[in-house]
């Protein structure tokens, strides 16, 4: 009986003894729960979604990033009219300083006709300035551009300094002007006799002239804010004997002051020596 009894009964760990002599682990109720309890999701804020941040360049999954062909179109198209905007004001502005110097400076005249040969002949090319005449008068001996006999002034400051635009546009063989040289100036008497030309009473030699004027001329003086001026070819010449008459000083458009064109006859005008010592 003994036997049995001691095998029927179930084995009890004593303190201390078990595997490794360890206690038992003994898991509580709460920390049960603890474990088995499952994590809550905190709420989002009503109204509020969870921002996407856009990265430039990268599309969605598996789809290639897209160039908005529209967009670019409109950055070449005003790049293409900003540079052309910036040309056209460079020739507006080039255009109106060019303008501004011929209108008070100075400009180059093209040689049409023969009644400055031996001098100058057709299709020469040379430059006038206009400064000298805003502080001096007109000398003898000068070659001056001057306006056409049959033009007439506006009477208008505005026109009459820039009117001279429209002839850059608009060919009018009625105002185009003269080239000329002057032989006297206010107080001079000026005469023409036997073929030579004689200024108070002195006769003039001038190597520039090539013949002997056929006709007779004056005696005239000329009077005060005027000149006389001749062709040097005086025979072939429009000039103070006939349309021009005495010329006012104001319709001098500028003094030629060298040739130019062409090339091989490049040269200065000065004064010849005929007029210095008068």
Same mark, same amino acid.
């Given at each position: 009986?003994?036997?049995?009894?001691?095998?029927?009964?179930?084995?009890?760990?004593?303190?201390?003894?078990?595997?490794?002599?360890?206690?038992?682990?003994?898991?509580? !109720?709460?920390?049960?729960?603890?474990? !088995?309890?499952?994590?809550?999701?905190?709420?989002?804020?009503?109204?509020?979604?969870?921002?996407?941040?856009?990265?430039?360049?990268?599309?969605?999954?598996?789809?290639?990033?897209?160039?908005?062909?529209?967009?670019?179109?409109?950055?070449?198209?005003?790049?293409?009219?900003?540079?052309?905007?910036?040309?056209?004001?460079?020739?507006?502005?080039?255009?109106?300083?060019?303008?501004?110097?011929?209108?008070?400076?100075?400009?180059?005249?093209?040689?049409?006709?023969?009644?400055?040969?031996?001098?100058?002949?057709?299709?020469?090319?040379?430059?006038?300035?206009?400064?000298?005449?805003?502080?001096?008068?007109?000398?003898?001996?000068?070659?001056?551009?001057?306006?056409?006999?049959?033009?007439?002034?506006?009477?208008?400051?505005?026109?009459?300094?820039?009117?001279?635009?429209?002839?850059?546009?608009?060919?009018?063989?009625?105002?185009?002007?003269?080239?000329?040289?002057?032989?006297?100036?206010?107080?001079?008497?000026?005469?023409?006799?036997?073929?030579?030309?004689?200024?108070?009473?002195?006769?003039?030699?001038?190597?520039?002239?090539?013949?002997?004027?056929?006709?007779?001329?004056?005696?005239?003086?000329?009077?005060?804010?005027?000149?006389?001026?001749?062709?040097?070819?005086?025979?072939?010449?429009?000039?103070?004997?006939?349309?021009?008459?005495?010329?006012?000083?104001?319709?001098?458009?500028?003094?030629?002051?060298?040739?130019?064109?062409?090339?091989?006859?490049?040269?200065?005008?000065?004064?010849?020596?005929?007029?210095?010592?008068?």
């Amino acid at each position: 009986m003994d036997y049995e009894d001691k095998e029927n009964k179930p084995d009890v760990l004593k303190d201390g003894e078990g595997e490794g002599g360890k206690e038992p682990t003994v898991a509580t !109720e709460g920390a049960l729960l603890r474990e !088995e309890e499952p994590q809550e999701e905190t709420p989002a804020e009503p109204g509020v979604e969870a921002a996407e941040v856009p990265v430039e360049g990268i599309g969605t999954e598996g789809e290639a990033p897209t160039v908005d062909a529209g967009t670019a179109g409109q950055k070449k198209g005003k790049a293409f009219f900003s540079v052309l905007f910036e040309y056209l004001q460079a020739i507006v502005m080039a255009f109106l300083i060019a303008i501004v110097i011929m209108a008070f400076i100075g400009r180059s005249y093209m040689v049409e006709g023969a009644s400055m040969e031996n001098t100058l002949f057709n299709s020469e090319r040379v430059l006038v300035e206009k400064l000298s005449y805003y502080f001096a008068k007109p000398e003898r001996g000068d070659i001056v551009v001057l306006m056409n006999p049959r033009q007439e002034k506006y009477g208008n400051w505005f026109l009459d300094t820039f009117g001279f635009v429209k002839d850059i546009f608009v060919s009018d063989m009625s105002t185009r002007p003269y080239i000329k040289r002057v032989i006297g100036k206010a107080g001079d008497k000026v005469e023409i006799k036997g073929g030579r030309t004689y200024l108070n009473d002195e006769l003039l030699e001038e190597p520039y002239v090539s013949e002997e004027i056929w006709w007779d001329y004056g005696p005239y003086y000329v009077p005060e804010g005027y000149v006389f001026v001749m062709g040097d070819n005086r025979n072939h010449s429009d000039d103070s004997r006939s349309s021009v008459g005495f010329l006012k000083i104001d319709r001098i458009l500028g003094k030629a002051v060298a040739r130019f064109w062409p090339l091989n006859k490049l040269s200065i005008f000065t004064q010849p020596d005929i007029f210095k010592s008068m």
